[in-house]
T-cell receptor
Framework: DAGITQSPRHKVTETGTPVTLRCHQTENHRYMYWYRQDPGHGLRLIHY???????DKGEVSDGYSVSRSKTEDFLLTLESATSSQTSVYFC???????????FGAGTRLSVL | QKEVEQNSGPLSVPEGAIASLNCTYSDRGSQSFFWYRQYSGKSPELIMF????GDKEDGRFTAQLNKASQYVSLLIRDSQPSDSATYLCAVNRNTGNQFYFGTGTSLTVIP
């Protein structure tokens, strides 16, 4: 699992509430990514980070914010969850030398 | 035009046959190519990566890359029912930090 832990693994919340998903890694990788996966769309990048406090937007960043105050943690926040954000969220790290990504187990989020 | 395109399938092959999965990409600057296997309800698992034109073999898996034609393929020899999964193709550009994924091809291996 490349030392990646996502929490929570499952969450049900209501429209309009804030939600924070956590990705924790144990191997000191510089790059971390947040994706969402929906039927028919595959994996789509939300945000990524290339170091502490260094982040950039991906393809579907609207409605999401991220923070990385420590190398090991990358947080994804939905400030006001909407039903369109019901999805499976995956965190990934990038092994720079090989340019390879490994994924966490995922978080299944339902916004009612 | 999508960055990465895959035939969504489903692709069905009998046990023991060769499964062939294909992927095309749009950016000629792409340098790194990956195949992930994803079982239902699980996360993507890296099974192959390839950087140079030609073939790369790992056990029953062979990745093939043709940069001139902008396609990458995955062959699975002696397919097993346990190979039944969705296979995701991904690419990374030479100059970017982002990885682009296809929507995946569903493979079913029939015993």
């Amino acid at each position: 699992d490349a030392g990646i832990t996502q929490s929570p693994r499952h969450k049900v919340t209501e429209t309009g509430t804030p939600v924070t998903l956590r990705c924790h890694q144990t191997e000191n990788h510089r790059y971390m990514y947040w994706y969402r996966q929906d039927p028919g769309h595959g994996l789509r990048l939300i945000h990524y980070s290339y170091g502490v406090k260094d982040t950039d937007k991906g393809e579907v960043s609207d409605g999401y914010s991220v923070s990385r105050s420590k190398t090991e943690d990358f947080l994804l926040t939905l400030e006001s969850a909407t039903s369109s954000q019901t999805s499976v969220y995956f965190c990934a790290i990038r092994v720079e030398g090989l340019n390879i990504q490994y994924f966490g187990a995922g978080t299944r989020l339902s916004v009612l | 035009q999508k960055e990465v395109e895959q035939n969504s399938g489903p692709l069905s092959v009998p046990e023991g046959a060769i499964a062939s999965l294909n992927c095309t990409y749009s950016d000629r600057g792409s340098q790194s190519f990956f195949w992930y296997r994803q079982y239902s309800g699980k996360s993507p698992e890296l099974i192959m990566f390839i950087y140079s034109n030609g073939d790369k073999e790992d056990g029953r898996f062979t990745a093939q890359l043709n940069k001139a034609s902008q396609y990458v393929s995955l062959l699975i020899r002696d397919s097993q029912p346990s190979d039944s999964a969705t296979y995701l193709c991904a690419v990374n550009r030479n100059t970017g930090n982002q990885f682009y994924f296809g929507t995946g091809t569903s493979l079913t291996v029939i015993p």
